[in-house]
């Protein structure tokens, strides 16, 4: 189960949708964190207006002391777990290919290189199979030195 804070994130990076919401909110009070808005949350149907949903989960993580982040944020959120996922083997150069698109934010040094090595254009079906190898090996290197790399939102 995610943390407060991945959840936050994901949301903003729209990898969650807000009719999940309910059921997670229900895995987090399961877990151990609890607050008046969480547990509101978490009785509501998936079928609940989305406003109502988004709302309720701002309060939610404000009562966890959790700020959702903005775009920008949950962008580079979402590079730094694209590259955690890479390096443990989780996920192939090609899946994150896939989820790279232009002019996604990447700030720092280990962030744009990771973004450069992905690449916006790569036809990977035109690479030869060795230019394949050469990029999926750049790739992991660059995951592996994001991953490694301190990012100052909770993951």
């Not at 955690?84 to 090609?94: E, H, K, R």
């Not at 992905?118 to 079906?125: I, N, T």
Request: contains cysteine.
């Amino acid at each position: 189960m995610d943390q407060p804070a991945t959840l936050a994130w994901k949301y903003a990076a729209s990898l969650i949708y807000e009719e999940d919401l309910p059921m997670l909110a229900a895995h987090l009070l399961a877990a151990g964190h609890d607050s008046p808005s969480l547990r509101d949350l978490a009785g509501r149907s998936r079928r609940e207006h989305p406003s109502t949903i988004r709302q309720l989960f701002g309060h939610a993580m404000e009562e966890l002391g959790i700020m959702i982040p903005d775009d920008e944020t949950a962008e580079r959120c979402l590079l730094h777990h694209m590259a955690t996922q890479l390096s443990v083997g989780a996920m192939s150069p090609a899946e994150a290919a896939a989820r790279i698109w232009k002019g996604i934010e990447a700030l720092t040094g280990p962030e744009q290189t990771f973004v450069a090595a992905v690449g916006m254009e790569y036809h990977l079906d035109l690479m030869s199979p060795e230019e394949l190898r050469a990029w999926e090996n750049t790739v992991r290197l660059a995951a592996k030195a994001l991953a490694g790399a301190a990012f100052p939102y909770a993951l």
